[in-house]
């Protein structure tokens, strides 16, 4: 149960696109296609932005798209906005009902 | 609206006890699997336990196996966790978070307590 391998952070522009890497093993994100992915804000609670790999909340903005290659996940937000800002964790199931979180990756809107 | 809110944490000693409670709301609590996730200061979110929609199954990571319990109660629309043998590592803020019925994700969390372990 390592975590998941996450860049410590990335960077964009207003309007600019970032995508954030997330890599485990073929018995977590390789294994399945149930990746999530989670915005936090300093303080805040994490709010579920991404689930099934590529997959939409209701209420969460179409910039925020998800896809997997192999054993990577990754998260991209298009048209990057300020309230982007936050840090962004990945989660994958790893089998036997049991999950393992990315290390996180901290958006900077510059 | 879902709502969950946590209770329970606060300052322990280096082996004490502790247990977290979730009040669940605004949703049928009894059709979803529940989580714990914490979370150390300044660290990312580390899952702990699942637990299925009628407690009859349990899922630890393996740091808190035997250590910690998580289990529920479906008539009081709550969660709990027990913790046992606290450690300085166990400090975190520890979250509730309801599983999305027929998912592998977790779609809503409270805002958190706070455990700290410490003489």
């Known amino acids: 149960q390592s975590a998941l391998t996450q860049p410590r952070s990335v960077s964009g522009s207003p309007g600019q696109s970032v995508t954030i890497s997330c890599t485990g093993t073929?018995?977590?994100?390789?294994?399945?296609?149930?990746v999530s992915w989670y915005q936090q804000h300093p303080g805040k609670a994490p709010k579920l932005m991404i689930y099934?790999?590529?997959k939409r909340p209701s209420g969460v903005p179409d910039r925020f798209s998800g896809s997997k290659s192999g054993n990577t996940a990754s998260l991209t937000i298009s048209g990057l906005q300020a309230e982007d800002e936050a840090d962004y964790y990945c989660c994958s199931y790893a089998g036997n009902y049991l999950y393992v979180f990315g290390t996180g990756t901290k958006v900077t809107v510059l | 609206e879902v709502q969950l809110v946590e209770s329970g944490g606060g300052l322990v000693q280096p082996g004490g006890s502790l247990r977290l409670s979730c009040a669940a709301s605004g949703f049928t609590f009894n059709t979803h699997w529940m989580s714990w996730v914490r979370q150390a200061p300044g660290k990312g979110l580390e899952w702990v336990a699942n637990i299925k929609e009628d407690g009859s199954a349990k899922y630890y990571v393996d740091s808190v196996k035997g250590q910690f319990t998580i289990s529920r109660d479906n008539a009081k629309n709550s969660l709990y966790l027990q913790m046992n043998s606290l450690r300085a590592e166990d400090t975190a803020v520890y979250y509730c978070a309801r599983g999305k019925s027929g998912y592998y994700t977790r779609d809503y969390w409270g805002q958190g307590t706070l455990v700290t372990v410490s003489s």
């Open positions: 073929s018995s977590d994100v390789g294994g399945y296609n149930y």
């Open positions: 099934d790999v590529n």
